[in-house]
């Protein structure tokens, strides 16, 4: 009997948040090494979900498939359904998700819903031997993930199905990108509040600015210019704060970003939607990071040295 383990890498957005969530938009996100591991293998009468987070298991079957879009397996039935709708999925079977990326109120906020979808495609994929080909499963990953969630940009999807870092245009592009400094992440141990962070209007001088911004980074990544990096990072950084609602910059996010930012040879900024959780962090060089990492660890925040995820073909 076949069993398949698919890992799948986790997300942290460098730049271009929110602005990316409109068609056109643009964002440079990378994929990063994690535990979150789908395992899928056959089943007999009837099709199992189970995980080691806090969710009971659920049982269904394939050939009398029912769509559920709302449930603790949404985003997982979704995947399923999607899938059924490009090949038939003829067998029964046993899928785990086996994650550490948290749960709840202590997730980490490395894109876990989108690790689901898209280990479950992937894994269903491998299966059922679909041969789907990668801009098809993440076409399929993305739009599950989003008719879930009622939202976002799908840039967290192209990012762990893709693999590496890459420069993400919405609707449009994944075009792989390659980074020369030593990426980290600062966790603040604050998980997010998704309904503080929905509820802003954004200005279209914002999505210009955020978009030239991106171009710029990126330009300043292939230059291999770390200086120019880190003031067009900090220009996208300022332009959130200025844009976004009150508690988008938490005390301990500020605090963090000035610990980090005061150093030359560093480069800080919230990855994702703020509120809480992560700065991504680039090193041009690596002689003070212990330094760095004890003024952090005296603040309460965690420093983690990251690996970027494998790029997938």
Known sequence: MSTYKIAVPAKLFIAGEYAVTRPGGLALVTSLESDFQVVISEAEDKSLLETNVAMPAH???????????SGPWNFVMTAIEYVSK????????????????????????YGSSACVVVGVVNALNLFFQLNLP???????????????????????????????????????????????WQPYVVQTNQAAKTVEKLKHKL?????????ELVIEIS???????????KEKLLEN????????AKGYMTDQLALALNIVNSQPE????????????????????????????????????????????????
């Open 237 to 244: 950084q300022l332009l959130l704060i200025e844009n976004q």
């Open 134 to 180: 990668l801009k098809k499963r993440f076409e399929i990953a993305a739009q599950a993930h989003y008719d879930v969630q009622g939202s976002g940009s799908r840039g967290d999807v192209a990012a762990i199905m893709y693999g590496g870092s890459i420069f993400y245009e919405n609707h449009e592009r994944v075009l792989p990108m390659s980074i020369p």
């Open 203 to 211: 200005s279209d001088a914002f999505y210009a600015k955020s978009d």
């Open 59 to 69: 049982l269904f079957s394939v050939k009398e498939f029912k769509p559920e879009r």
């Open 266 to 313: 560093f480069a800080g900024k919230i990855s994702g939607a703020g509120f809480g959780e992560n700065i991504i962090l680039f090193a041009e060089h690596e002689d003070k990071i212990a330094d760095l990492r004890d003024a952090l660890e005296a603040e309460g925040m965690k420093l983690e040295k990251i690996r970027i995820g494998k790029q997938n073909e």
């Open 86 to 109: 490009e090949v038939e999925l003829s067998r029964e079977f046993h899928l785990e998700i086996k994650s550490g990326l948290g749960f709840g109120e202590n997730k980490k906020g």
């Open 219 to 229: 330009t300043a990544i292939d230059m291999q210019d770390f200086s120019l990096f």
